[in-house]
């Protein structure tokens, strides 16, 4: 046991963190799918296989009842719900193999909204096809259903998410490109150029998940989303602060009020745009930030 917690835990986190969306309740469906796992007799457990296809049976079919269970809890969620920020900073010099593995996988917030819009069935069937390329006959096995419904369900995906899937792909530097410019507009005042760089059409999603003051709904267009963080800007303490940190893949910043993490800012851009920015709030989600 003691060798397959860090051997499987990087994989069984992601996959998790990709169904789910926050890393809190990814680490719990971890842990209880260990725990389970060491519960199982030794006899059952020699008759095992693939243990990295039995873990993810159980981490997948946990996951599944939690995303059934919590889909009242998110339609009652105060505001804007957004995934829980997983913040890294200097990722590829830790070497640690969760880092590693997050960083390779796609899991931008622009990704994990995406997934939102899905059933827990399809997000667990597009999730192993896509994210770990298991064919049909294994995914069928792990979400108990048929191999041709799996088939059906994946394709109906595909075809739901269509080509915003591709554009939810993190380009680092092109981002970090434009966080420089937008930053460096914004520090001026420099409103034209601020504009130029966000789409007409340009949404802001704010989550205080009904614990701190953020907008209720999404903030519409380019000057409405520019006059949001101005607001908010001009109402930040003196004694703030602004860290350069990796959200989610892409570069994003960090803000502190009084020396506490207060907030996370990232954005998706599309065709040399901002398109979208995401800015969490809720302290709930922010717990496993140092």
């Known amino acids: 046991?003691?060798?397959?917690?860090?051997?499987?835990?990087?994989?069984?986190?992601?996959?998790?963190?990709?169904?789910?969306?926050?890393?809190?309740?990814?680490?719990?469906?971890?842990?209880?799918?260990?725990?389970?796992?060491?519960?199982?007799?030794?006899?059952?457990?020699?008759?095992?296989?693939?243990?990295?296809?039995?873990?993810?049976?159980?981490?997948?079919?946990?996951?599944?009842?939690?995303?059934?269970?919590?889909k009242h809890r998110r339609e009652v969620?105060?505001?804007?719900?957004?995934?829980?920020?997983?913040?890294?900073?200097?990722v590829r010099s830790d070497h640690d193999p969760l880092h590693e593995l997050l960083w390779r996988d796609d899991l931008s917030m622009a990704y994990l909204m995406m997934m939102e819009t899905l059933s827990p069935t399809e997000r667990a069937v597009f999730v192993l096809r896509e994210a770990y390329q298991y064919d049909y006959a294994e995914i069928s096995e792990l979400v108990d259903k048929e191999e041709a419904n799996c088939r059906k369900i994946y394709s109906r995906v595909k075809n739901k998410l269509?080509?915003?899937?591709?554009?939810?792909?993190?380009?680092?530097a092109q981002?970090?490109?434009?966080l420089n410019r937008f930053l460096a507009a914004f520090s001026t005042g420099d409103a034209g150029q601020l504009l130029k760089l966000l789409a007409p059409d340009a949404t802001l999603y704010s989550d205080g998940g009904g614990n701190v003051q953020a907008a209720i709904r999404p903030i519409v267009s380019g000057p409405h989303v520019l006059a949001f963080l101005q607001g908010i800007t001009r109402k930040s303490a003196a004694n703030s602060s602004m860290e350069f940190v990796t959200i989610n893949g892409q570069p994003g910043l960090l803000f502190r009020m009084n020396g506490q993490v207060d907030s996370t800012f990232c954005f998706h851009q599309k065709e040399g745009l901002i398109q979208s920015v995401y800015l969490?709030?809720?302290?709930?989600?922010?717990t496993a930030i140092q």
């Open 1 to 70: 046991m003691q060798d397959l917690y860090p051997q499987y835990r990087p994989l069984l986190f992601s996959l998790a963190y990709r169904m789910l969306g926050t890393a809190m309740d990814a680490e719990d469906m971890v842990q209880e799918t260990f725990l389970a796992f060491a519960e199982v007799n030794d006899e059952r457990k020699l008759g095992i296989a693939n243990v990295r296809a039995y873990l993810c049976k159980m981490l997948t079919n946990r996951c599944v009842d939690f995303l059934r269970s919590a």
């Open 77 to 90: 969620y105060v505001g804007v719900w957004l995934p829980e920020p997983v913040v890294f900073r200097n």
């Open 162 to 172: 269509g080509v915003e899937l591709e554009a939810c792909r993190v380009d680092y």
């Open 175 to 178: 981002d970090q490109a434009m």
């Open 280 to 286: 969490v709030r809720n302290p709930e989600k922010l």
